[in-house]
């Protein structure tokens, strides 16, 4: 194995932990994502659509059952 190929294989491996990190923090904290669109036509707006969602693990948001 070439040097550029061993360093382009630790680059790789690298991203991959670091974008699970980031995932299972994501779903640990939650994350609140809020959007807007505008359609128009000539400067007059025809349809807005708003979006707002949260994205976190299912035992964040549900309550506990009690025993």
């Known amino acids: 194995m070439t040097?550029?190929?061993a360093e382009a294989a630790g680059?790789?491996?690298s991203a991959d932990s670091?974008?699970?990190e980031i995932i299972d923090h994501v779903l640990n904290k939650g994350v609140m994502v809020h959007?807007?669109?505008f359609l128009g036509v000539a400067?007059?707006?025809l349809v807005y659509l708003r979006l707002s969602?949260?994205?976190c693990?299912?035992?964040r948001v549900?309550?506990?059952k009690r025993k």
């Open 53 to 55: 969602a949260m994205l």
């Open 3 to 5: 040097r550029e190929r």
């Open 35 to 37: 959007g807007e669109v």
């Open 62 to 64: 549900l309550p506990r």
């Open 18 to 20: 670091s974008l699970l």
């Open 57 to 59: 693990a299912a035992d």
């Open 43 to 45: 400067g007059v707006d």
């Open 11 to 13: 680059i790789i491996e």
